[in-house]
Structures are given as C-alpha cells and as structure tokens.
C-alpha cells in the first residue's frame, strides 16, 4: 500500500500518545512536529502540511482534548477527521447527465495510464448495468488504438474509432453521435497525451472540450510521480476545468503524498484510486476510508463492498455448512481460491483488516500466483473420488498426482498435509462459533442486547 511509510510513522506518533493520561501542550507540539515530518517524508506538499499541522494543534490544545481521559484516542481522532477533510471530506461521485449519454474526457500526459483506466471505467459502468462506448481519441501514440481495442473485446465493451488520419475533434464529435444513436449511455473518450505539458496539445483538448461538451474532465495521474502528479493536476485544472483525478499506481512503492496534497492543492477531488494491473482494479475513492487505512485502522467497508461484489452468497453458505460439518472437500478447496483471488492481492486485503497491517506475519505477505498454479494443478491431477474423500489418497496415488501434475511428491505431500489441518482447524473454528459453542453463545447473547436496545450489530 502507498502509505506504508507513513502510517508506521504516525503509529509510532500516536502509541506514545496513548500511553499518558494526560497530556501537555509541548506533549502536543512535539507530536505534531514528528506528524509534520511524517507527511513530508510522504511527499506531501509543503503548504498542504503547514496548514494540516496548524488544525490539528489548534484542535488538540483545546479544554475537551486536555481534560480528556482519553487525550491520546481524542488527538487521533482530530487527526483522522482532518485527514478525510484535506481528501475532501466525502466520496465525490461521478456526475450523469440529465439526458444520456453521460460524457467522460479522460486527460493526463503521456505514460500515466490514461487508456488502461479508460477500460476499467468502462468495467465498472459495465458491472453497475450501464452500457458505455469507448471511443479511441488518440491517433499519436502507435498502437494506442489498438490498446484500447484489445480492452474493449476482452470486457465486451464497443469501442469507436475513425482510425489515425482523422482529427481527434472529429472523432469525439461522431462517438457522442453514436453513443446517442445506439444506446450508449456513458461516453469516454481516450484523448492523447505528451511527455510532458504543450500548448498544441492543451488547445486540441479544448476544442474536444468544446465540441462535445463533457460532463466529467477526469485526469489521469501516476501516483508514483508525487509531487509531480500535484504540479500536473494543477496546470490541467486551469486550463480545462477538471472535475476530478484519477490515481494510478495507488499501490505501488509510492510515498501517497500525490492523494494527500491534489485536492488541497487543485481543489479538484480524487473520484477514483487504482489499486493494481487487472482490469476491475479501479476503486471509488473514499477519504475517510482512505484516512482510516493511512492511520493503520483498516477499511472493513471496502472490504466488505469487495466481498459482497465478488462472491457469491449462496455458494458461501453452503461452504460454511459443509466447513461446520467437516464435509470440506479438494473441490471446495479449489472454489474458495478461486473466490479469495477475486478479491484481489493478499497483502491489500490485509491492510484492510483493522491491526493485521501491523502484524508481523503479515508485513511480507504475498501470494505467489505461480505457487498458486501449482497448487491448482496437483488438485487437477486428482481423480473425482480423490478430491471428494482425501483420505483415500495413499503414497502410490501421491506418486501419481505428483507425476500428473509435473511436481514433487514433497509438494503433494506438503498440500495435503496443509489440507488436513485446515479441515481440523475450520471444525474447531466452526463448532467455537456454533449456537452451542462459547462464542456462539456471546453471539446470541449479544444480539439478544442488540434488539433490546434497538441496536444494530453485523453478526450472523
């Protein structure tokens, strides 16, 4: 994750913080000093941190955080509430015309991922029943169209294009015709980009401006740049009115200074955060999610908007009831990876979780997709009854599955020796958690208090 640096930073701030009962002014002063570093270490822009530290303080020095039994939780809260506000408080949606379709100018320089986020754009309208229409606005770059064509194929989305000799004017112009005239809802147009700012290439992307009007002028910025990015965002603002930014690279060995200075700086709000390669790793942006997640206390809703999006409920509980009767089978085993992958990197499902960033064993956790391959094609290799009943596999059929799927038998042997105790260590969990077991029972007690109190609590 981007903030890794800084969060261990502000940890390290606020668990010297938590541990007084009271707390003084200079105990506030040299915390914000160290919070002042932090962000700059992060890339944050200069103003954008002098003018954070100054909130925060007048905040922290007041009679309520002084006369605090909790002091330490009161400052971290101050300090989460003005991190959300410097992102820009609330989730900034993306607009929609009164009468479809919905324009998008996508707009960065050259190199920041302008048509990859084109098509993830694309997939998320797609998953949310839209109908949009790519259309392929730069005729520079070489293969640029064909970039977004490839795309456009591999999510079934349309994508318009009048080839490289026409003006990018003109092909904006006759995309919003066609959108209009087959259905097309939303409308992005992948405009061109440069190494680096132009006048030639500012003047053509206001006459697409121009021309077609467009409800969204979102720009495209690495976030790996910092502030770079920040510089860039500003310079587009003012010369075409940007109604939001899209961060690339997001989870990258980044600094994140770009996602904490570009609002401040541009006043223009980040709407969505990329977070990895594959084509539906686009994300809304959140600040006060992102807050949270930067100030090492996760981000469950994320988590669980993931979870609710990509697996199936049915499916999930009917691998609950075969986990609680110990009926888990080589083939469930196969599904629930399948599931696990589409939530997305291990290692980013983690930082979600409130503390397991901080987790030692967690630190350096990654899945090793070609490890996950093999595991794949061992259980491949087995047969029906194999996968179905494990323990009929003996050392001839270990030596069979290991031959089948081109490995060792000390993988096969490692995989089913980890296959078992998972099976024990899920009974366990399951009957700790049934109606009948300890946990179980605090549940149910808590929910007996939860309906009591007209309360509402996330349990099963």
Known sequence: MAFEGLTSRLQ??????????????????????????????????????????????????????????TPGMVIIDIVNKELTELMGGSQAKLAKANKPPTVIMMVGLQGAGKTTTSGKLAKMLQKQNHRPLMAAGDIYRPAAIKQLQVLGDQIGVPVFTLGDKTS??????????????????????DTAGRLHIDEELMEELRQIHSEVKPDEVLLVVDAMTGQD??????????????????????????????????????????????????IDALEPFHPERMASRILGMGDMLSL??????????????????????????????????????????????????????????????????????RIEAIVFSMTKAEKQNPDIINHNRRKRIATGSGTSLAEVNRLIKQFDEMRRMMKQFSDMM????????????LKGLAGKGGMKFPFR
Do not use: W
């Not at 961060?247 to 200075?261: E, H």
């Open 304 to 373: 669980i908007e993931k979870a609710q999006s990509n697996i199936d409920t049915e499916k999930a509980k009917e691998m609950e009831r075969k986990m609680r009767n110990a009926e888990f089978t080589f083939d469930d085993f196969l599904e629930q990876m399948e599931q696990v992958k589409k939530l997305g990197p291990i290692d980013q499902i983690m930082d979600m979780i409130p503390g397991m960033g901080k987790l030692k064993q967690t630190k350096d956790l990654k899945v090793d997709e070609k490890q996950m391959g």
């Open 434 to 445: 049934g109606p009948k077991g300890p946990k179980g029972k605090a549940l149910k007690q």
């Open 12 to 69: 390290n701030v606020f668990s010297k913080l938590r541990g007084k009962g009271k707390v003084s002014e200079d105990d506030v002063n040299e915390a914000m000093r160290e919070v002042r570093l932090a962000l700059l270490e992060a890339d944050v822009n200069f103003k954008v941190v002098k003018d954070f530290v100054a909130k925060v303080k007048e905040k922290a020095i007041g009679t309520e955080v002084m006369e605090s039994f």
């Open 168 to 189: 990018p004017v003109e092909i904006a112009k006759q995309a919003y015709q066609h959108a209009k005239d087959n259905g097309n809802d939303y409308l992005i147009i």
């Open 229 to 278: 990015a920040v510089n860039v965002a500003d310079h587009f603002n003012k010369q075409l009115d940007l109604t939001g930014v899209v961060l690339t690279k997001l989870d990258g060995d980044t600094r994140g200074g770009a996602a904490l200075s570009v609002k401040a700086v541009t006043g223009c709000p980040i709407k969505f955060a990329a977070l990895g390669e594959k």
